[in-house]
T-cell receptor
Framework: EAEVAQSPRYKITEKSQAVAFWCDPI?????LYWYRQILGQGPELLVQ????????DSQLPKDRFSAERLKGVDSTLKIQPAELGDSAMYLC??????????????FGPGTRLLVL | AQSVTQPDIHITVSEGASLELRCNYS??????LFWYVQSPGQGLQLLLK??????LVQGIKGFEAEFKRSQSSFNLRKPSVHWSDAAEYFC??????????????FGTGTRLTIIP
């Protein structure tokens, strides 16, 4: 069964450092999402891509966060500089669109970030 | 804007007993509804989904959910829980758009503990 791949699984960094997360969606999935999940809460959308284009980045803190999906396949999420409040699980999801705008998102295992 | 409420933060159930996790949503049109499960430190796994049609939907691992429009609810049920069902459960609502769901809005989750 095809899965969404993410790396690294865990990342510890010091504040003010740069970090990057990578996501490889399920093959053929045109839509890719990055979510942030703070401990004890549900995931919240950071950015949505349709192929290589950003569809929604309204919740992405653009002063420090950036995301790209250059060839419309895998994606990288970067934080620079990291802050203590960025400690969270970063989840990637991908999906494809069925008839009637029915869409199911499949999630990767996530990257757990700890900022010290 | 859509929203999801999961009123129970933590539920404890005996192994073999029945289970019902509550989910209420707020959305102006017919929603797309999902239940995901998350084991500690892991990503989200899709349990089941509702787009249209039969309001009782079957999912994996013996779970089912019923969409009740009049109550704006999508409660998750299982007739007999197993110790392996212990996890965090998230209800999510999606809004249809040209790109499908546009984005998922998650509840804050319900942690399920199973006792022998």
């Amino acid at each position: 069964e095809a899965e969404v791949a993410q790396s690294p699984r865990y990342k510890i960094t010091e504040k003010s450092q740069a970090v990057a997360f990578w996501c490889d969606p399920i093959s053929g999935h045109a839509t890719l999402y990055w979510y942030r999940q703070i401990l004890g809460q549900g995931p919240e959308l950071l950015v949505q891509f349709q192929d290589e284009s950003v569809v929604d980045d309204s919740q992405l803190p653009k002063d420090r966060f950036s995301a790209e999906r250059l060839k419309g396949v895998d994606s990288t999420l970067k934080i620079q500089p990291a802050e203590l409040g960025d400690s969270a699980m970063y989840l990637c999801a991908s999906s494809f669109l069925l008839a009637g705008n029915q869409e199911t998102q499949y999630f990767g295992p996530g990257t757990r970030l700890l900022v010290l | 804007a859509q929203s999801v409420t999961q009123p129970d933060i933590h539920i404890t159930v005996s192994e073999g007993a029945s289970l019902e996790l509550r989910c209420n949503y707020s959305y102006g049109a017919t929603p797309y509804l999902f239940w995901y499960v998350q084991s500690p430190g892991q990503g989200l796994q899709l349990l089941l989904k509702y787009f249209s049609g039969d309001t009782l939907v079957q999912g994996i691992k013996g779970f089912e959910a019923e969409f009740k429009r009049s109550q704006s609810s999508f409660n998750l049920r299982k007739p007999s829980v197993h110790w392996s069902d212990a996890a965090e459960y998230f209800c999510a609502v999606g809004a249809g758009s040209n790109f499908g769901n546009e984005k998922l809005t998650f509840g804050t989750g319900t942690r399920l503990t199973i006792i022998p």
